[in-house]
């Protein structure tokens, strides 16, 4: 193996190969930092470009183009609450308190060093867990996925903020959005108008939800707020803070690497888990949500843990896990390469390349990240009576490209409306945006878990992985409850006092 | 007493009530060719609404006996006048007839018009009226360049409304 | 600063030229809408028929641009709703003739574009995992007739044409359609490999690109393919219509050129010379084959293909009871 890889390495260090992947994570950064415009968007543009370039230089450039652009959805997500994808909304918790007291630069280069490290860490596990992994993803049936899942939906409550019951009725509310359209057997919910057929996309729900209201909150209490520019200093990042986050950071490359490996599920999944999971075990636990480095770090370092892990199920099965390796699979029927257990066979040297490759592509992107880093901390700067307007039109015209629907727009604007009563009602948004994503997941897999079983509930306890994650669930359920039971009783007692 | 923790139960319990028992019967139909023993699409609607219900009659339940164990994080906002309350919510008026007239009048405008006067009205509403040329500028250049950009990259098909009285640059 | 205002000013005279007469199409770049995600079939078929129409359309850049959603009904009202001036033409696929047959209301009928060509063919496989006890189709016909409702089957949804593969099958052999064996659901092709491979369920009938590759490798095994003739890369596969299988050995999967109704003549013209000589293309026929699909560019009726295959599908969708 060892003499294939180095064999790989000199076939792959060309200059060809090295510009692709540094213009791809480039252009992906960019464009991730856009809001509205997506990964998938910049997979989709650059597919045309495949059809001239040679097959490992081709998949490089697209694997740059989703590792970049996941990087750069942190980038507006610290500096104007707009998460660039769903992938990053946890990132926006902590990153955009941190921009608001002047220390956006410090975020961003947390947000860069956990995105390289868990990116790294997954190409590690790519290389070398590929297999194991492989055979793990194939286990998870439906059954199993829906018991996950279940478990994901309890982060809810780390991510509720001040009230849980907020928090679930937000979560509830999602839930019940995210059933608008056509359901999985191909009948329609809530199909008022021809275009709700297809259901709300997450791109301008996500982005509606985040980045209006604070456009709406800026012109009607402008009495208060005088629109001032966010305070500037402090962007480095001190080794104490660094060594402070690593457990979390280790941890989310962790989670990202086996949810990725999972055909479905993705990286804001894989976000949220590592997110309540650092929540609940750190020291610092009460300052999440309110600037806590160590929030970017398990929110950044899982997303991006997650690129290199959803080449898994695509190189060793041939099965893409989410749309942009959807896209990918498509590149490699271009060049003629077929992914699965017979690439391995047949283009051996073309899969070492690529794993090569995707090696530089972790040092490429801190050198994108710190060249863009120093260049986007300008954005911070500039008053937020003209920022927010211009973020007002990125989104306008970036939902509107994702696939040219005017009704897209339409619910980026009902969204960001409907965002802002929350804001007023203190109803929190993230438990919304989570719902939102997981719901689908956890619905389809309750309702196929119970055809295949004809019924039959049992179905949901026949497997260890099963049994593991109902486990889990008791577990955080029962500490929520004490918790929220202490809550009570000090109050009561403060109340008293 | 309706207080703000009060009036937010009662906005969560209207909402879900009113999907539960009026929209999910009309708009969410069982198709024949779901076997019976898989549950029907409505199952999950019902349950989450069925629980948002419970959930917003508990928010007023709370409200009603005082407090609950809510934490808010908002900093309070000072006292402010009745004439400053009527110019907010004029404010917020004027920006949601924005926000709707925009979706209107890109069909009869064309889209690049129209972003160019929802961007000008958001500028002007949001105070930045004092720096009159950012504003123009950003208003004119902003949606020109957003334009061209996405119609010669992603080949993005822009409506150029019906009116046909702005070139809608492709 | 000056070059932006040439590209303006250049940019608004194409603009205000477009709306005005059209000798010589095409003068500025064709769009092709294909109506399902990225990396998909209709996607990939809209990129090779992109890259090689170019050749053939005096050098005028032919872009693909997707709109998914509502089984490629967005895509599909997007094209019929627009100008007819040559300029935004359909990736059509099945689904453009299945969706209107089996939807009680559907926004574009089959009929309401100008059909300028069909593209491919792209069979669909009956397939189950390699430990299966089933070798061959008539045994998992014998194993569905021995254990109604015991087997499962995957597919993107009741009235989606990989759940009509498995359903005409079943009709084919006087077994009830909705109960002889049931339906899982999973969205997309890649999701409903992974369910074969993982033995999530027993059996599935849908696209060939997303099983070949497993087939390949030997992780599942092909039983019946519904094509009209064998596949190359699989010889010793019956076709649904060898097994005698009636209403199965007429479904496949199919891509092809439509436009907006009533396209000017010219524009049909310049698209028929323009396949004629993209069914003779080496490029085109060469990504067919990497596909898995089979080129038809030329070798059918659209209009009357396009007919045939709605009322297969209205006529089953009548009999299975899906629509009044």
Same mark, same amino acid.
């Given at each position: 193996?060892?003499?294939?890889?180095?064999? =790989?390495?000199?076939?792959?260090?060309?200059?060809?190969?090295?510009?692709?992947?540094?213009?791809?994570?480039?252009?992906?950064?960019?464009?991730?930092?856009?809001?509205?415009?997506?990964?998938?968007?910049?997979?989709?543009?650059?597919?045309?470009?495949?059809?001239?370039?040679?097959?490992?230089?081709?998949?490089?450039?697209?694997?740059?183009?989703?590792?970049?652009?996941?990087?750069?959805?942190?980038?507006?997500?610290?500096?104007?609450?707009?998460?660039?994808?769903?992938?990053?909304?946890?990132?926006?918790?902590?990153?955009?308190?941190?921009?608001?007291?002047?220390?956006?630069?410090?975020?961003?280069?947390?947000?860069?060093?956990?995105?390289?490290?868990?990116?790294?860490?997954?190409?590690?596990?790519?290389?070398?867990?590929?297999?194991?992994?492989?055979?793990?993803?194939?286990?998870?049936?439906?059954?199993?996925?829906?018991?996950?899942?279940?478990?994901?939906?309890?982060?809810?409550?780390?991510?509720?903020?001040?009230?849980?019951? *907020?928090?679930?009725?937000?979560?509830?509310?999602?839930?019940?959005?995210?059933?608008?359209?056509?359901?999985?057997? @191909? +009948?329609?919910?809530?199909?008022?108008?021809?275009?709700?057929?297809?259901?709300?996309?997450?791109?301008?729900? *996500?982005?509606?939800?985040?980045?209006?209201?604070?456009?709406?909150?800026?012109?009607?209490?402008?009495?208060?707020?005088?629109?001032?520019?966010?305070?500037?200093?402090?962007?480095?990042?001190?080794?104490?803070?660094?060594?402070?986050?690593?457990?979390?950071?280790?941890?989310? +490359?962790?989670?990202?690497?086996?949810?990725?490996?999972?055909?479905?599920? @993705?990286?804001?999944?894989?976000?949220?888990?590592?997110?309540?999971?650092?929540?609940?075990?750190?020291?610092?636990?009460?300052?999440?949500?309110?600037?806590?480095?160590?929030?970017?770090?398990?929110?950044?370092?899982?997303?991006?843990?997650?690129?290199?892990?959803?080449?898994?199920?695509?190189?060793?099965?041939?099965?893409?896990?989410?749309?942009?390796?959807?896209?990918?699979?498509?590149?490699?029927?271009?060049?003629?390469?077929?992914?699965?257990?017979?690439?391995?066979?047949?283009?051996?040297?073309?899969?070492?390349?690529?794993?090569?490759?995707?090696?530089?592509?972790?040092?490429?992107?801190?050198?994108?990240?710190?060249?863009?880093?120093?260049?986007?901390?300008?954005?911070?700067?500039?008053?937020?009576?003209?920022?927010?307007?211009?973020?007002?039109?990125?989104?306008?015209?970036?939902?509107?490209?994702?696939?040219?629907?005017?009704?897209?727009?339409?619910?980026?604007?009902?969204?960001?409306?409907?965002?802002?009563?929350?804001?007023?009602?203190?109803?929190?948004?993230?438990?919304?945006?989570?719902?939102?994503?997981?719901?689908?997941?956890?619905?389809?897999?309750?309702?196929?878990?119970? =055809?295949?079983?004809?019924?039959?509930?049992?179905?949901?306890?026949?497997?260890?992985?099963?049994?593991?994650?109902?486990?889990?669930?008791?577990?955080?359920?029962?500490?929520?409850?004490?918790?929220?039971?202490?809550?009570?009783?000090?109050?009561?007692?403060?109340?008293?006092? | 007493?309706?207080?703000?923790?009060?009036?937010?139960?009662?906005?969560?319990?209207?909402?879900?009530?009113?999907?539960?028992?009026?929209?999910?019967?009309?708009?969410?139909?069982?198709?024949?060719?779901?076997?019976?023993?898989?549950?029907?699409?409505?199952?999950?609607?019902?349950?989450?609404?069925?629980?948002?219900?419970?959930?917003?009659?508990?928010?007023?339940?709370?409200?009603?006996?005082?407090?609950?164990?809510?934490?808010?994080?908002?900093?309070?906002?000072?006292?402010?006048?009745?004439?400053?309350?009527?110019?907010?919510?004029?404010?917020?008026?004027?920006?949601?007839?924005?926000?709707?007239?925009?979706?209107?009048?890109?069909?009869?405008?064309?889209?690049?018009?129209?972003?160019?006067?929802?961007?000008?009205?958001?500028?002007?509403?949001?105070?930045?009226?004092?720096?009159?040329?950012?504003?123009?500028?950003?208003?004119?250049?902003?949606?020109?360049?957003?334009?061209?950009?996405?119609?010669?990259?992603?080949?993005?098909?822009?409506?150029?409304?019906?009116?046909?009285?702005?070139?809608?640059?492709? | 600063?000056?070059?932006?205002?040439?590209?303006?000013?250049?940019?608004?005279?194409?603009?205000? =030229?477009?709306?005005?007469?059209?000798?010589?199409?095409?003068?500025?770049?064709?769009?092709?809408?294909?109506?399902?995600?990225?990396?998909?079939?209709?996607?990939?078929?809209?990129?090779?028929?992109?890259?090689?129409?170019?050749?053939?359309?005096?050098?005028?850049?032919?872009?693909?641009?997707?709109?998914?959603?509502?089984?490629?009904?967005?895509?599909?009202?997007?094209?019929?709703?627009?100008?007819?001036?040559?300029? $935004?033409?359909?990736?059509?696929?099945?689904?453009?003739?299945?969706?209107?047959?089996?939807?009680?209301?559907?926004?574009?009928?089959?009929?309401?574009?100008?059909?300028?060509?069909?593209?491919?063919?792209?069979?669909?496989?009956?397939?189950?995992?390699?430990?299966?006890?089933?070798?061959?189709?008539?045994?998992?016909?014998?194993?569905?007739?021995?254990?109604?409702?015991?087997?499962?089957? @995957?597919?993107?949804?009741?009235?989606?044409?990989?759940?009509?593969?498995?359903?005409?099958?079943?009709?084919?052999?006087?077994?009830?359609?909705?109960?002889?064996?049931?339906?899982?659901?999973?969205?997309?092709?890649?999701?409903?490999?992974?369910?074969? *491979?993982?033995?999530?369920?027993?059996?599935?009938?849908?696209?060939?690109?997303?099983?070949?590759?497993?087939?390949?490798?030997?992780?599942?095994?092909?039983?019946?393919?519904?094509?009209?003739?064998?596949?190359?890369?699989?010889?010793?596969?019956?076709?649904?219509?060898?097994?005698?299988?009636?209403?199965?050995?007429?479904? $496949? @999967?199919?891509?092809?050129?439509?436009?907006?109704?009533?396209?000017?003549?010219?524009?049909? $013209?310049?698209?028929?010379?323009?396949?004629?000589?993209? =069914?003779?293309?080496?490029?085109?026929?060469?990504?067919?084959?990497?596909?898995?699909?089979?080129?038809?560019?030329?070798?059918?009726?659209?209009?009357?293909?396009?007919?045939?295959?709605?009322?297969?599908?209205?006529?089953?969708?009548?009999?299975?009871?899906?629509?009044?």
């Amino acid at each position: 193996m060892w003499n294939d890889l180095l064999f =790989a390495f000199e076939s792959v260090a060309t200059l060809a190969n090295v510009l692709a992947m540094g213009a791809g994570i480039l252009a992906g950064v960019v464009i991730g930092a856009i809001p509205g415009m997506t990964g998938t968007m910049a997979v989709t543009l650059a597919l045309p470009f495949t059809f001239y370039l040679p097959p490992v230089t081709s998949i490089l450039l697209l694997v740059a183009l989703y590792k970049g652009s996941t990087y750069g959805a942190s980038i507006s997500a610290i500096l104007i609450k707009t998460p660039g994808t769903a992938s990053a909304a946890c990132t926006v918790l902590d990153g955009w308190p941190l921009a608001q007291k002047g220390k956006a630069g410090k975020a961003l280069n947390m947000a860069l060093i956990s995105s390289c490290i868990g990116d790294f860490l997954s190409n590690i596990s790519l290389i070398f867990l590929a297999a194991p992994l492989a055979l793990l993803a194939l286990r998870v049936g439906p059954p199993e996925y829906f018991m996950l899942m279940a478990f994901a939906l309890t982060m809810v409550a780390s991510i509720s903020g001040g009230s849980l019951l *907020l928090g679930v009725v937000s979560a509830c509310f999602g839930l019940l959005l995210a059933t608008v359209g056509e359901d999985m057997y @191909g +009948s329609f919910r809530f199909a008022m108008t021809e275009d709700m057929k297809s259901g709300l996309s997450v791109a301008p729900v *996500l982005i509606g939800l985040f980045a209006l209201p604070e456009l709406l909150r800026l012109i009607m209490f402008r009495d208060e707020n005088h629109g001032q520019a966010m305070k500037l200093g402090d962007n480095r990042l001190t080794l104490a803070e660094f060594r402070g986050s690593l457990k979390s950071i280790i941890r989310g +490359s962790f989670i990202g690497v086996v949810l990725g490996a999972i055909p479905g599920i @993705g990286p804001s999944a894989a976000a949220f888990f590592s997110y309540g999971e650092a929540r609940r075990s750190s020291p610092n636990s009460e300052n999440f949500g309110k600037g806590e480095l160590e929030g970017i770090a398990a929110s950044e370092s899982a997303n991006n843990g997650c690129c290199g892990a959803t080449m898994i199920p695509l190189l060793a099965l041939g099965v893409p896990g989410d749309v942009i390796t959807g896209v990918m699979l498509g590149a490699f029927m271009i060049q003629g390469l077929t992914p699965g257990p017979l690439l391995f066979q047949n283009n051996l040297n073309e899969v070492y390349m690529l794993f090569i490759g995707m090696m530089f592509s972790s040092v490429l992107l801190f050198g994108a990240g710190k060249l863009t880093v120093r260049f986007f901390s300008h954005i911070s700067s500039i008053p937020q009576v003209l920022l927010t307007p211009v973020v007002l039109m990125l989104c306008i015209y970036g939902i509107y490209s994702i696939s040219s629907s005017m009704f897209d727009v339409t619910v980026l604007l009902v969204m960001g409306v409907v965002g802002f009563i929350m804001l007023l009602l203190n109803i929190p948004p993230a438990p919304f945006l989570i719902a939102f994503i997981l719901g689908p997941m956890f619905e389809d897999n309750l309702r196929r878990a119970l =055809a295949i079983s004809r019924g039959d509930p049992s179905v949901f306890f026949q497997s260890a992985i099963s049994w593991i994650f109902a486990g889990l669930i008791v577990f955080f359920v029962g500490l929520t409850i004490r918790r929220e039971w202490q809550k009570f009783r000090e109050n009561r007692a403060a109340k008293n006092a | 007493m309706l207080n703000k923790a009060m009036l937010r139960g009662l906005l969560i319990a209207l909402f879900f009530g009113t999907v539960l028992f009026a929209l999910i019967p009309v708009h969410v139909p069982r198709p024949s060719f779901i076997p019976g023993f898989a549950p029907p699409p409505d199952m999950w609607p019902r349950t989450v609404s069925i629980l948002g219900l419970a959930l917003g009659l508990l928010a007023m339940a709370f409200a009603a006996l005082g407090g609950g164990n809510e934490t808010s994080d908002e900093p309070k906002r000072g006292p402010a006048s009745a004439v400053e309350w009527r110019n907010r919510l004029i404010r917020l008026a004027l920006a949601l007839a924005a926000f709707a007239g925009f979706v209107v009048l890109v069909p009869l405008l064309g889209f690049l018009a129209s972003s160019m006067l929802l961007a000008l009205a958001c500028f002007l509403l949001a105070g930045a009226s004092g720096r009159w040329v950012a504003v123009l500028a950003l208003a004119v250049l902003l949606p020109l360049g957003l334009q061209l950009f996405f119609g010669n990259v992603t080949h993005t098909p822009f409506p150029s409304g019906s009116w046909g009285i702005f070139p809608g640059l492709n | 600063m000056k070059s932006l205002m040439k590209t303006v000013l250049a940019a608004a005279v194409v603009a205000l =030229a477009a709306g005005t007469a059209h000798a010589d199409y095409p003068e500025k770049a064709v769009t092709i809408v294909a109506p399902y995600g990225a990396g998909g079939a209709s996607d990939l078929a809209a990129r090779a028929l992109a890259e090689t129409a170019r050749d053939y359309l005096g050098e005028q850049p032919v872009v693909v641009v997707n709109k998914p959603g509502n089984g490629g009904m967005n895509g599909a009202r997007f094209v019929s709703e627009s100008t007819p001036d040559g300029y $935004t033409l359909l990736l059509a696929r099945v689904g453009m003739a299945l969706y209107p047959a089996v939807q009680e209301s559907s926004p574009v009928g089959w009929d309401d574009y100008t059909f300028l060509g069909s593209l491919e063919a792209t069979p669909m496989i009956l397939a189950v995992a390699e430990n299966s006890p089933y070798k061959t189709a008539e045994e998992l016909v014998e194993g569905l007739k021995a254990n109604p409702g015991a087997l499962t089957y @995957g597919a993107s949804g009741a009235t989606a044409i990989d759940g009509f593969t498995v359903q005409a099958l079943l009709a084919d052999n006087e077994l009830d359609p909705l109960t002889a064996a049931t339906l899982v659901p999973y969205k997309g092709g890649g999701a409903l490999a992974t369910a074969l *491979l993982g033995g999530h369920v027993d059996f599935l009938a849908i696209a060939a690109g997303s099983l070949m590759p497993h087939i390949e490798s030997g992780k599942m095994r092909a039983l019946m393919v519904y094509a009209p003739s064998r596949m190359d890369a699989l010889p010793d596969v019956p076709t649904a219509a060898e097994l005698g299988f009636e209403k199965a050995g007429q479904i $496949t @999967g199919w891509s092809a050129l439509y436009g907006p109704k009533d396209l000017p003549e010219n524009v049909v $013209t310049r698209w028929q010379e323009t396949l004629a000589k993209v =069914a003779e293309d080496e490029k085109w026929l060469e990504l067919a084959k990497r596909r898995g699909s089979i080129s038809t560019v030329g070798k059918e009726d659209m209009a009357a293909y396009a007919k045939s295959q709605y009322e297969l599908f209205n006529g089953l969708a009548r009999e299975f009871g899906y629509i009044k």
